[in-house]
């Protein structure tokens, strides 16, 4: 099966400090795309940031980052200036081909003031 | 742009009726839709796959005959569960994607409630 994996069922951080959130996956595909969703308490899926697996360069968002290390089919997720809104649940989500999306268990981020 | 919405927000339905939630594309046409099922404190598990026009395809273990899909057109899937049982309360989310785009954009979710 083609997974994705979470390590960290959950994280803290305290408002302003830099947290990362780590996700590794597993693919056959040469050309697929990685996606960071957070999900708030209203459980609507808001996307965060998108990475092409074509793309050498890592995606930024604002405060948000990533770290793509393909060969070692790594995406990792570094949210700098922390603030409390953005506790939620965190996904890491990837698709390929047939655009289904395969999501990890997911981290629950705690942002302490 | 690129809204999805789902109505009713909140189903309770009582145990051997059915049950219908729909989702709909506002602002783009749909070509196809994702189903998704989540229980509490878990991540999304994909139940299938709508295209317009043409049967749904299912992941392994959901049965077909009793969650049916339904994508008449490009704005619009439905979900029935058909017979519901407590065991299928769940909060269900729908996602959409136009032809050629590779973003999912989701809905707000159903959270269904079988008593």
């Known amino acids: 099966a083609q997974t994705v994996t979470q390590s960290q069922p959950e994280m803290s951080v305290q408002e302003a400090e830099t947290v990362t959130l780590s996700c590794t996956y597993d693919t056959s595909e040469s050309d697929y795309y990685l996606f960071w969703y957070k999900q708030p308490p209203s459980r609507q899926m808001i996307l965060v940031i998108r990475?092409?697996?074509?793309?050498?360069q890592n995606a930024t968002e604002n405060r948000f980052s990533v770290n793509f290390q393909k060969a070692a089919k790594s995406f990792s997720l570094k949210i700098s200036d922390s603030q409390l809104g953005d506790a939620a649940m965190y996904f890491c989500a990837r698709q390929g081909g047939s655009e289904k999306l395969v999501f990890g268990k997911g981290t629950k981020l705690t942002v302490n003031p | 742009g690129a809204v999805v919405s789902q109505h009713p927000s909140w189903v309770i339905c009582k145990s051997g009726t059915s049950v219908k939630i729909e989702c709909r594309s506002l602002?783009?046409?749909?070509?196809?839709m994702f189903w998704y099922r989540q229980f509490p404190k878990q991540s999304l598990m994909l139940m299938a796959t709508?295209?317009?026009?043409?049967?749904?395809?299912?992941e392994q273990g959901v049965e077909k005959d009793k969650f049916l899909i339904n994508h008449a057109s490009l704005t619009l899937s439905t979900l029935t569960v058909t017979s519901a049982h407590p065991e299928d309360s769940s909060f269900y989310i729908c996602?959409?994607?136009?032809?050629?785009?590779?973003?999912?954009?989701f809905g707000p979710g159903t959270r269904l409630t079988v008593t």
């Open positions: 996602s959409a994607n136009s032809g050629g785009a590779y973003e999912q954009y």
């Open positions: 990475q092409e697996a074509y793309k050498q």
């Open positions: 709508s295209n317009e026009g043409s049967k749904a395809t299912y």
């Open positions: 602002d783009f046409q749909a070509t196809t």
